[in-house]
């Protein structure tokens, strides 16, 4: 069997590598295990700016600071013509190895991906604004940018010269995919927090922004695919206040991602120290109490069908046997949120608001 470990494929084995099924960790202990992180702040700073229309979805550009690095921008969408508060919805955008843009990938409407990176919405999205469609439904979404994405992304005059040096390029989506890997990760394991803690920062402080707005009554839940996906699980296991979860493309076992899928993921997958006390399918068990729907991609590229299929069934049976509400689907597509999968799981959310 081919591996990235090649004549090291042993050192799994040396290392006693078992991530347990069932997650030997809570939501404290997980945020401990996310490494130092900023103080939560109290005064978000919210700003409003310009309100639009498309297509029946009123646009409302919002931004706030969550107490380091630029403000985070964002969009917040209800359906035209709507003025009670509704339930609301995070929508956290995916990695792509695109970071100049976040929410306007699944955001049409608004400000446009340029025509170079317009594959995203149409491979991964089915060629259509998701949190649009979501809105459409009666939800008031939350589509923003997240730690090194838009908005919070690292400007280009900050890559290292080595990236370019190695790389002998110097296109921006290029050099943002080495920069996470070799130089921020570096900083983060200095300062002795993680990738995964940030970002689960920037969401929790996003969520209680939501909780403020007038547009929202009080219902929250969260959906995403890939990295969002991702980062939904992470939230859903440290925020009970979930109303419903949806993660779409990110779920499989550690043990089935050792031979050849762990370089294709970014490091928020791999937080140090945390499949000693969890294989990834046990984060989402931290929280039974939110309902939570897991769809995978048959064909998905990124992980393979047996850690699929063992994450699933290691969910479905710890949900079951601790009362929780777990709900799974698996489609014959590569890496994607088709427009039948985001209409399924529209569909839940709607039951679950």
Known sequence: MATNLGS?????????????????????????????????????KIQRGNTFT?????ITEISWDVGFGPRTEAYLL??????????????????DDVKSYGKEKVVVGAKELPDDLKWVQRDHYGERGAANELAKRGYAVLAFDCFLWGSRR?????????????????????????????SISKYLSLMGTTLAGLLNFDDRVAFEVAKTLPEINGSISAVGLSGG???AIYLHATNPELKATVSVGAMATYESLLDIHVAPHSWMFFPQGLAK?????????????TPIYVQFCGNDQLFTKEGMADANGQLSAYFT??????????YPVRHSFTVEMQDDAFDWMSKHA
């Open 277 to 289: 006390v969890s294989d990834w399918p046990g984060v989402a068990m931290i929280n039974t109490r």
């Open 229 to 231: 996906g991702c980062r």
């Open 78 to 95: 209800t359906p035209e013509g709507i003025s009670q508060p509704l339930p609301g919805a995070l929508f956290l955008h995916s990695h």
């Open 8 to 44: 090291f494929s042993d050192l799994p084995a040396a290392l006693n590598f078992q991530p347990p099924q069932h997650p030997q960790i809570d939501r404290d202990g997980l945020l401990k295990l996310f490494g130092q992180l900023p103080k939560f702040p109290t005064d978000f």
């Open 321 to 330: 046997e601790k009362g929780g509400k777990y709900n799974s689907d698996f």
């Open 54 to 58: 498309h297509e029946g979805v009123t």
């Open 154 to 182: 690292f400007d280009e005059s900050t890559m290292p010269d080595r990236l370019k040096e190695i790389l002998g390029a110097d296109k921006y989506e290029t050099l943002s995919i080495m920069q996470e890997s070799m």
